[in-house]
């Protein structure tokens, strides 16, 4: 069974830096066919895709978000770490990792999500 | 950056009718397109991927069409268990993988 699991602060100071950990079961990260993206929503909000990592190590970040954002993974513990820099009460919001499942023509969707984790920005 | 606009934004339908819901991209996605479904507190779950394919353990009564820039998702027998907020999203031109801004289907 494929499982992902959000972990971090539920309370963040504005300027402060956001660290989330996505711990992964079922799947490693190092399959080629695989990544693993964080996924956030605002409360009542719609979805906004952040990051994405591969197994080589690729990484990619939302354009509005790219100077804020860090992707690392550390395949020996299943885990991928998203920080966030300088938050602000917009960043409020649920996140969530998923796992990527690239089809032939190396793109792809999004299955399972983890449960997510809320996120509250304020002083 | 590819736009995904979904519509409605809120249908309403009774239990055991048919309902279908819309999604267009501002370019073409070819059949690069996902639909998720989400209910309150929960996270999305995937439910049709490359525009057609159900994804492993959705009911036959969820099934997806297009390609190119419009696409639907139809439910042909609405279950109590299928009312929800249902995503668009393609994954043609990524990253960004983008989103359209959900369609919320009621109970009428």
């Known amino acids: 069974q494929v499982t992902l699991k959000e972990s971090g602060p539920v309370l963040v100071k504005p300027t402060e830096t956001l660290t989330l950990t996505c711990t992964v079961s079922?799947?490693?990260?190092?399959?080629?066919?695989?990544?693993v993206s964080w996924i956030r929503q605002p409360p009542g909000k719609a979805l906004e895709w952040l990051a994405h990592?591969?197994?080589?190590?690729?990484?990619s970040y939302s354009t509005s978000l790219k100077s804020r954002l860090t992707i690392s993974k550390d395949t020996s513990k299943s885990q991928v770490v998203l920080t966030m820099t300088n938050m602000d009460p917009v960043d409020t919001a649920t996140y969530y990792c998923?796992?990527?499942?690239?089809?032939?023509?190396?793109?792809?969707?999004?299955?399972?999500w983890g449960q997510g984790t809320l996120v509250t920005v304020s002083s | 950056e590819i736009v995904m606009t979904q519509s409605p934004a809120t249908l309403s339908v009774s239990p055991g009718e048919r309902a279908t819901l819309s999604c267009r991209a501002s370019?073409?996605?070819?059949?690069?397109l996902a639909w998720y479904q989400q209910k309150p507190g929960q996270a999305p779950r995937l439910l049709i991927y490359?525009?057609?394919t159900r994804a492993t353990g959705i009911p036959a009564r969820f099934s997806g069409s297009g390609s190119g820039t419009e696409f639907t998702l139809t439910i042909s027998s609405l279950q109590s268990e299928d009312f929800a907020v249902y995503y668009c999203?393609?994954?043609?031109?990524?990253?960004?993988?983008?989103f359209g801004q959900g369609t919320k289907v009621e109970i009428k």
């Open positions: 998923a796992r990527i499942l690239l089809n032939w023509n190396d793109v792809g969707w999004f299955d399972p």
């Open positions: 079922g799947f490693s990260l190092s399959n080629a066919r695989m990544g």
């Open positions: 990592i591969f197994s080589n190590d690729e990484k």
């Open positions: 370019q073409s996605v070819s059949s690069n």
């Open positions: 490359g525009a057609s």
């Open positions: 999203q393609q994954y043609n031109n990524w990253p960004p993988a983008t």
